[in-house]
């Protein structure tokens, strides 16, 4: 007599607890599906091909072509190929005359920043 209540009552857990995970498992698969953002449109495939086309056809201009930087300062592009062949011959001329003429260059291409205006608080 005492048996069958005990069975009735670990069925009846079982059931609960499978229908329990049966929720939870179909409440993580409707939130899966609900928060997936849309594929993207041909559209906008399009105008990031585009976009990086032009980006890489100016890293392409820049890197293997010459010309003006700055006209006002007077710096100017040039390929890496020359610009490589241009150094070497100075290194190997006079080490310590081409560190100081790159450092002058790097410092006449980029100044340093203004100072900071003063604050108002101090």
């Given at each position: ?21 049966l929720i939870v498992a179909g409440l ?13 449109g041909a559209n906008r495939v399009a ?11 100016y890293e392409n201009d820049a890197l ?59």
């Open positions: 007599m005492n048996s069958e209540p005990r069975e009735r009552t670990g069925l009846v857990y079982t059931a609960a607890v499978l229908g329990a995970l993580v698969f409707v939130m899966l599906h609900s928060t997936q953002p849309e594929p993207l105008e990031r091909t585009k976009a990086l086309g032009e980006l890489r056809g293997n072509t010459t010309g003006w930087v700055d006209p006002a300062k007077g710096l100017v592009r040039l390929r890496i190929e020359d610009a490589m062949e241009i150094v070497e011959r100075e290194w190997r001329a006079n080490p310590s005359a081409a560190r100081s003429n790159l450092i002058a260059r790097v410092d006449k291409a980029n100044p340093p920043p203004a100072p900071p205006a003063p604050s108002p608080f101090e």
